[in-house]
């Protein structure tokens, strides 16, 4: 994996609009850019996978892009935010990285 594939940053935990079951993070702009300029191989509806950090929790998911926001999201799962005390609102501390 090469350095420009690894992120590190802080952003906003957000309700998703259509069901305010599902939280996500939105990446900064730069990051999102950055992605989205790389040859990351893309799944369905345009995801890409990452391996993803934030406290002493670690999995995989993909990010999904957002038109809205012109940027992609990172879905947060319950168990990460209970297991982290993360709640609406919250900016966690975010290690991303692509997975090729």
Do not use: C, Y
Not at 84 to 100: M, S
């Amino acid at each position: 994996m090469n350095a420009n594939s690894d992120f590190t940053f802080t952003a906003e935990i957000f309700l998703w609009e259509a069901n305010s079951a599902w939280h996500f993070i939105a990446l900064p702009h730069d990051i999102a850019d950055e992605i989205e300029d790389s040859p990351t191989l893309r799944g369905g509806f345009g995801s890409v996978k990452v391996n993803v950090a934030i406290g002493s929790s670690k999995w995989s998911t993909s990010i999904f892009p957002d038109t809205k926001r012109k940027t992609f999201v990172l879905p947060l799962k319950k168990s990460i935010r209970e297991k982290e005390a993360l709640t609406v609102g919250d900016r966690p501390l975010v290690q991303l990285a692509l997975v090729n």
